[in-house]
C-alpha cells in the first residue's frame, strides 16, 4: 500500500521535530546470532543496501541510522528509496540478478506469497529464534499472520495500514460516532451540508476504492474469502456493503469525487470540507500537524464502524541472494527491537508491536492514550485485502468493478459477480 505528497510533507515533519529526542546508542538486541548464528552481531561488518518505498516512514528509518552505527559500527546501511509503484520491478530484478542489488528489502502484504512461491525470500525462523529477549510474540498476530506462510516465518513488521474512522471533533462528538455500517450511513447525511460533506471518500479505479471498501464490507459481517478459500462476494453482506456505499457517494461524499485517492480526501478532511474520512491509523498524526490546516490538532481515530478494519502491511525480508545476511538481519533485530520500535513509534512510525502501544514514553510524547487504545483494538481484529498468489492483480480487478457499480456503469449485483468470478480466476491460476 502506499500513500502521497500531503502526508509524506506532513508525516516528515514528525521525524525532524523529535530527532533531539532520541538516544538509542545502548539498544542492542540481547543476542548470540546475527544470522547464520555463528557471529556476535555487535562484531559483524558489512554494507547493507536497502530498497525503501520514499515515504516519511522510511526517512524516520534513517535518522535512527546514527544510533545503530554507535552499537554497529562496522555494518554500513544504504537506502535507497524508490516511488511505490516503481518498487516491485526492481526487486524482481534484483532478485533474478547474478548480483543482487539489494540485501534487505521492505515488502507490501500483496507481495509476500508470491515473492515466496518464486523462490525469492529466505525463512527467517532461525534468524528470529536466535535473538535473545527479542520477543516475536509481541508483534501484533494480524501483522504476523501476514509473514507467515504455511506455518514459516518470512520477514518480520516494519509497518501498519489498518484502517479506521478519523473525524474532526468541531464537527462530531465521541458519543456521536457510529458504531455500525447503518449509523455510519445515516450519521454521515445527517452532517452533510452545501459547504461540507459527511465523509471524504476514496472511489478511484482499482486499488484505492477496494481499499476502501473492504472495510465497509468487513462491517457488514462479510468477507472476501470463504471458508474454502475461494471468493465470498456473492452475498448479502458484500450486496449490502456495496449498496451502503453507493448511498454514502451519493449523498454524502464531496461532489463529483468519483476518481479521488488519498490525497483528496486528505485535503477535504483538512481543510474542513468533509467532516470524516476512513483511512489508515496513522494518517491521524498528519491532519493534526500544524501546517495540515485550520483545523490541526481536531482530529481523532475512532475503530471502523462495525468493529473490523482491512489491513496492509510492510514487512522486513531477507533476499534468497543477499550479500549480506548476517549484517542485513543485525539491522532489522535492532530496529524492530522492543527499545528501538519506541522510539520510532514517537517519531511517527505505525504500530508492529503490542507493547508499544502501552509504553510510557510513547503515551507521553506521542499522540495520546485513546489513539494508541484504538489503534490496538484496530489491529486486533484486522484482516488483509488478500491472501495467496497474486493479490495486486486480484485487488485491482475488484475495485475495477466496484468503481463501476459506483459510477452507475454496472449494477451492484453485476459488479459482485465479476469481482467475484475475478478473485477465483486470477487466484487460482
Avoid: H
Avoid at 103 to 130: E, K, R
Avoid at 346 to 364: F, H, Y
Amino acid at each position: 500500500m502506499s500513500f502521497t505528497t500531503k502526508a509524506r510533507r506532513l508525516l516528515a515533519g514528525l521525524a525532524a521535530l523529535s530527532l533531539g529526542a532520541v538516544a538509542l546508542a545502548g539498544c542492542a538486541p540481547a543476542t548470540t546470532d546475527a544470522g547464520s548464528g555463528t557471529t556476535d552481531p555487535t562484531s559483524t561488518s558489512g554494507t547493507v543496501r536497502i530498497l525503501m518505498e520514499d515515504v516519511p516512514d522510511s526517512d524516520i528509518v534513517i535518522s535512527l541510522l546514527p544510533d545503530f552505527n554507535a552499537v554497529y559500527p562496522d555494518i554500513d546501511v544504504q537506502i535507497e528509496k524508490l516511488p511505490y509503484d516503481q518498487m516491485k520491478d526492481k526487486l524482481v530484478a534484483s532478485f533474478q540478478a547474478p548480483e543482487a542489488a539489494y540485501d534487505l528489502i521492505v515488502i507490501d502484504n500483496s507481495w509476500v506469497n508470491d515473492f515466496v512461491a518464486a523462490g525469492f525470500i529466505q525463512p527467517m525462523d532461525a534468524q528470529i529464534d536466535a535473538v535473545a529477549d527479542y520477543d516475536a510474540g509481541d508483534f501484533f498476530s494480524s501483522l504476523t499472520d501476514i509473514t507467515t506462510v504455511d506455518g514459516v516465518r518470512y520477514g518480520v513488521p516494519f509497518y501498519n495500514y489498518a484502517l479506521g474512522y478519523i473525524y474532526n471533533t468541531d464537527m462530531v462528538s465521541a458519543d456521536e460516532v457510529p458504531t455500525s455500517l447503518d449509523e455510519l450511513v445515516s450519521f454521515s447525511a445527517s452532517l452533510t451540508e452545501p459547504d461540507r460533506a459527511g465523509l471524504a471518500m476514496q472511489p478511484q479505479t482499482g486499488y484505492k476504492i477496494m481499499e476502501e471498501w473492504t472495510n465497509f464490507l468487513y462491517s457488514a459481517g462479510g468477507s472476501i474469502y470463504g471458508a474454502d478459500g475461494k471468493a465470498n462476494l456473492n452475498t448479502p453482506e458484500a450486496k449490502a456493503a456495496l449498496e451502503a456505499y453507493i448511498e454514502l457517494y451519493n449523498n454524502s461524499a464531496p461532489k463529483d469525487s468519483l476518481n479521488w485517492a488519498f490525497d483528496d480526501a486528505f485535503r477535504s478532511v483538512s481543510s474542513g470540507g468533509a467532516a470524516a474520512m476512513v483511512s489508515y491509523n496513522w494518517n491521524l498524526a498528519a491532519l493534526n500537524q500544524p501546517d495540515s490546516g485550520p483545523y490541526a490538532g481536531k482530529f481523532k481515530l475512532a475503530v471502523m464502524p462495525g468493529g473490523k478494519s482491512a489491513l496492509g502491511s510492510w514487512t522486513w525480508a531477507l533476499p534468497v541472494n543477499s550479500a549480506a545476511p548476517d549484517a542485513a538481519w543485525a539491522f532489522t533485530a535492532w530496529l524492530t527491537s522492543k527499545e528501538v520500535d519506541v522510539q520510532r513509534v514517537i517519531l511517527g512510525g505505525a504500530a508492529i508491536r503490542e507493547s508499544s502501544m502501552t509504553d510510557p514514553a510513547v503515551l507521553s510524547e506521542g499522540f495520546g492514550a485513546d489513539y494508541y487504545a484504538a489503534v490496538t483494538t484496530i489491529l486486533a481484529s484486522a484482516a488483509p485485502l488478500t491472501q495467496g498468489l497474486m493479490g495486486d492483480e486480484m485487488i485491482t480487478a475488484v475495485g475495477e468493478a466496484l468503481n463501476a457499480a459506483v459510477s452507475g456503469t454496472m449494477t451492484v449485483d453485476e459488479a459482485l459477480a465479476q469481482a467475484n468470478d475475478a478473485i477465483n480466476t486470477i487466484q487460482s491460476r
